[in-house]
């Protein structure tokens, strides 16, 4: 029948949803797909594990030991798993990169000072760098999202450029964010702030992106639709 999808069709929001997931998740393969959040993930569960065990189970006596204990585990944890990247799916994890140049040391100058000022700013200076970059892309004509994504996203070459300001924009409000969290809230809203932010502020970014990623979509066209008279 002319009106039926075969297994292999998807409509212009499974796509989108897709995408999306493959532009955090990447390969289709189920098994790669944990190996490849447990290597992008893992060191961030190291950092709220440890600091709930540190304050809650430990209950240590000094207020500010606990996110400094759980600072240092998280830049350990973050080059363990770019090695772990590298050996176990031969690419570069950027997310425990990123963290591990930034976070080692101000992980180093936190329990050297003992002060969590110097890793409470660590996401503000990623946030404000990465807003920075895709916006410098832009100024130079170049297209760092599309080279990023570009792969598991097809949209039209037009919708890039905004596309691009949306996450820098993003970002930036990230950081204006965690700069008001740390300064006006205690550590746990803090830790729990950085755990919720990190997975949940892209999800919903790209939730909010739905509609204009759908309108600028470019859906391949099918053996079925190519068929029809006049395509």
């Not at 799916?89 to 101000?106: F, T």
């Not at 729990?192 to 919903?204: C, E």
Request: with cysteine.
């Amino acid at each position: 029948m002319s009106g039926e999808k075969t297994p292999g069709d998807k409509t212009p929001l499974e796509t989108v949803v897709k995408a999306d997931i493959e532009a955090v998740v990447a390969p289709t393969d189920p098994k790669q797909n944990t190996i490849k959040l447990a290597i992008d993930y893992g060191p961030l569960a190291v950092f709220v594990l440890t600091y709930v065990i540190a304050k809650f189970v430990l209950k240590m006596a000094d207020k500010s030991e606990p996110l400094i204990w759980a600072s240092s585990l998280l830049a350990g944890a973050s080059v363990i798993a770019v090695i772990a990247g590298w050996l176990i799916e031969k690419r570069i994890a950027w997310i425990a990169l990123v963290s591990a140049i930034i976070g080692i040391p101000s992980a180093i100058m936190t329990v050297v000072f003992h002060n969590t000022v110097f890793f409470k700013i660590k996401m503000t200076i990623i946030d404000a760098l990465i807003g920075s970059v895709l916006l410098g892309g832009l100024a130079l004509k170049k297209q760092p999202l599309k080279a990023l994504l570009g792969e598991a996203l097809p949209l039209k070459e037009a919708a890039w450029p905004r596309l691009t300001l949306y996450y820098a924009l993003f970002y930036y409000a990230m950081a204006a964010a965690n700069e008001v969290v740390w300064r006006t809230q205690s550590d746990a809203v803090y830790v729990t702030w950085k755990g919720a932010s990190i997975i949940g502020g892209p999800i919903l970014l790209a939730l909010c992106l739905v509609p204009y990623l759908m309108k600028n979509m470019i859906i391949a066209e099918t053996a079925e639709d190519k068929a029809k008279p006049g395509a």
